[in-house]
């Protein structure tokens, strides 16, 4: 806000009726009184504000303005500001205004835009309350020239056969008020030469009358989507002397376009009586995708997205009003595709933290989920002073676990101040007179301790003022449980801070409690030690298999936070594991921090990487697996703000939670499609317990998977009864108490029993259940080739070559196998481009009837996809199936 905008505001709040001076003013706003004269009359010069006549000079609001219907138009559409203002003098326009032609594309407006002017026109006193708006489409009678006349003029009784009564037209019915003629064009040169001898003089005859002359006053505005030097009559377009044309919505900006949607979504809101939750990836695609018809488009395509919300809603399949992007239509999602051409805008207006926004006609405004998550210490001492007494927990331990949060927060205020917010951009989020008032403050405080203050300490101040000041204008309490202790322990500090309190006082004409003083305390008292604190955030590490997982996810981080932050580590799938390993225990090494690392991995060995670095460093770790981009953003953002170790793995995992549950979903023909078996010779109630056992110690989280307890009257018949259920089922684990002739990863009773292979099961089935739901992750991969047709003709591929080698990839291996030749064929659909495979030649040779095999199972591939398949990508194909990845049956 610019400062003769606080001045303004700051003279309608304060609302005296005598006036104030320049002098008072400016003391009460803590600025300069040379800068508040001048800026008051800058404003006294725009008719905003009034200034008496004696010594000294008295300043006082003026009477505010009329707001008229236009006025919020432009609000929210300043691309409108020009045909506003052309609307607003052809309806003043003495003595009865101009009449007037639109101009636009279907779609963007022009029948809405017609029905202000005449609202605007009854503000104005223009016309009377009663005075009548009627619309007509010239397009509808286009067939029947003279029909079309009829309409518009009237017709005399036996004017042409069936004619038989008089008929009032729509200028007789429009006398007194508007008459709005949509698509003009179509209406016949009689009509036309009709129209503007009306215009010329106000007079009219019905269709048929040959002496009566009839007389209305009627304001006409017209409008048309084509060019009107080719379509209208020249003697036409010169009675119309005022011509607007209305921009399209490609012209208008996304951030109208953004507040047309929030306008949309809310009217709807209005009309179910309901809020509507609205996914941040659905509003992405409302503001980006293709739009040809303009804002009519925009509002039923808007409207069909509630429809389809509110039949789910009612169906009671949901239990909200929700908007999905998934379930928009695929013109819509194809917005989503622009993410390089508007992510700086999407991340303006929508955020990228937000997982939804809500619209609710009662709120008046759009409602974001982002949780701000104890970023304000006022709100952090009341739910958390609530939180423990609910638990019953006693005051005395409640008083130390509040002095430890509240030092937590100031922590996370200093140190992440200086990473989270530069002073040049403060002015976009806190008023320039909090930020002069702390500058003050600042140099005063220096002087009083003999030390110079960080830039953090001025950073968090000047947040944490704002905050506090606005909470005391709304009428809340601040209550400081440490006050006490604070003045006590931090004698002098606190003197600077109570001073500093008074300052606050007589600037900003607020009046503040001493608790407030304790709060101010701790950002003198807190500055030296977070000053040795410099290394101490928490690092973010990213492990993922493939050549560019990691570093990809890392690079997208790191460019939306403007920050160089976060660390990627790729395992490509022909490198040892051990290899990666020493990799990660090098970085270690080089940049070990005290406040731990949290490592975000996908599966398989990657997961047991902290557990080992843990112990060899003795640094904290945390790992978080099944790891995405919107989980690194957040274990990122956190660190960087100074969140601890603990409290990152708690809203990461949180949001894995949330991801998981929400993005994919087990189809119908998915559910228990994983089992394990576990098989006893000593009757079904062992087996049954060994199930039992395991549902308590395993994490199963959804219906792909079932344990299946077989009894049998010896082992031999185990062999056929597990080949029937493989028919049907893939088998995880088998765990008996005895040896199994199988290829089957299987377990003794006694390692599950002890625990001892429990993480190993986890991992096996966490890598299954990545396999069988990879062909709903693939459709937000693939932009050329339907994913539910290519995963199955893929694994089918894979399974032959397997029987034909009489092997079975290891389930990490055969992941990545089925990712990679899956998005191998979206890319040759559209780029035959192909990284070559060194030393190509040689590596056939060595492998030539690995290489037949591939090349022979292949072909059906190449003939349905209708794409050519070349050595180098049957070499990548090759490593998967390596005799180091397989098993043998």
Partial sequence: MKRIDVIYNKLKEMAVDDGITTKELAQRLGLSRANVSNDLNKLWKKGKICKGEGRPVLYYIAEEEKQTIFDELVK?????????????AAILYPPRGMHTLILGETGVGKTMFAGLMHRYAIEMDMLTEEAPFITFNCADYCSNPQLLISQLFGVKKGAYTGADSD?????????????????????????????????????????????????????????????????LLKTFTRRIPMIIKLPPLKERGMRERFNLISKFFREESSRLNKPIKVSANSLRAFLTYNCP???????????????????????????????????????????????????????????????????????????????????????????????????????????????????????????????????????????????????????????????????????????????????????KNIINPQLNKIRTKYKKEFLLAFDCIRLIEERLDVKLPIDE???????????????????????????????????????????????NYAVGINAPLDVKPQDVLNKVRQYIKDYNRESGFIFLVDMGS????????????????????????????????????????????????????????????IDNKDKLKLAIVTVCLTGEGSALAMKNHLCRHLDIKDDILEIIPMNLIDKDSIGPRLDRLQEEKEIVCVISSFSINTNIPQYTLVEVLNLTAINKIQNLVEINRTYYKMGRTLKYHLKNVDETEVFPDVKRFISNIERQLNTRLDKGILVGAALHISCMIDRLKTDSTVDQYIDKEKYIKENQGLYYMIRNCINSIEEKYKIEIVDDEICYIMNFFHEDNQKEY
């Avoid at 595709?337 to 999407?346: D, G």
């Fill in 76 to 88: 929210e559409c300043d691309s409108l500001v020009m045909s506003v203002e052309q609307a607003e």
């Fill in 167 to 231: 008929q009032i037209g729509l200028i007789e019915r429009a006398n007194g008020g508007m008459l709005f003629l949509d698509e003009v064009h179509r209406l016949p040169a009689e009509g036309q030469e009709m129209f503007f001898t009306f215009m010329d003089k106000g007079v009219y005859r019905r269709l048929g009358e040959t002496n009566e002359e009839r007389t209305a006053d009627v304001f006409i505005i017209s409008a048309t989507t084509e060019n009107p030097e080719s379509s």
């Fill in 293 to 475: 018809n303009n804002i009519g488009q925009l509002k039923t395509d808007v409207k069909l997205a509630c429809a389809k919300a509110y039949t789910e809603y009612v169906s009671r399949r949901e239990d909200k009003i929700s908007i999905h992007s998934p379930d928009l239509p695929s013109y819509i999602k194809k917005g989503l595709y622009n993410e390089k051409e508007h992510r700086h805008i999407w991340n303006e207006l929508i955020g990228i933290n937000h997982k939804y926004c809500i619209f609710d006609h009662k709120q008046g405004s759009l409602i974001s989920d982002k949780q701000k998550k104890n970023d304000n210490i006022y709100e952090l001492i009341e739910n958390r002073i609530n939180e423990l007494r609910i638990k019953g927990i006693e005051e005395d331990e409640i008083e130390r676990i509040m002095e430890k949060d509240i030092q937590q927060y100031y922590t996370r205020c200093i140190h992440g101040a200086d990473r989270g917010i530069k002073k040049t951009n403060l002015t976009s989020i806190v008023e320039p007179y909090i930020i002069e008032l702390v500058e003050e403050i600042v140099r005063y405080s220096e002087e009083r301790l003999k030390k110079t203050l960080s830039e953090r300490v001025f950073l968090g101040m000047v947040l944490h003022i704002s905050t506090s000041v606005d909470r005391i204008k709304r009428g």
């Fill in 517 to 563: 003083a304790g709060f101010l305390t701790m950002f003198f008292v807190l500055d030296e030690s977070e000053r040795k604190k410099e290394q101490e955030t928490v690092g973010v590490i990213v492990i993922t298999h493939g050549s560019t997982g990691a570093t990809s996810m890392v690079d997208v981080t790191n460019n939306l936070l403007g920050v």
């Fill in 606 to 665: 990657l997961t047991t990487f902290g557990e080992v670095i843990e112990k060899e460093f003795e640094t904290p770790i945390k790992t978080v697996t099944f790891v995405s981009t919107p989980h690194v953003i957040e274990a990122t953002r956190k660190a960087m703000l100074g969140y601890s170790l603990d409290e990152i793995y708690r809203d990461v995992t949180d949001l894995v939670s949330y991801v998981n549950n929400t993005e994919i979903e």
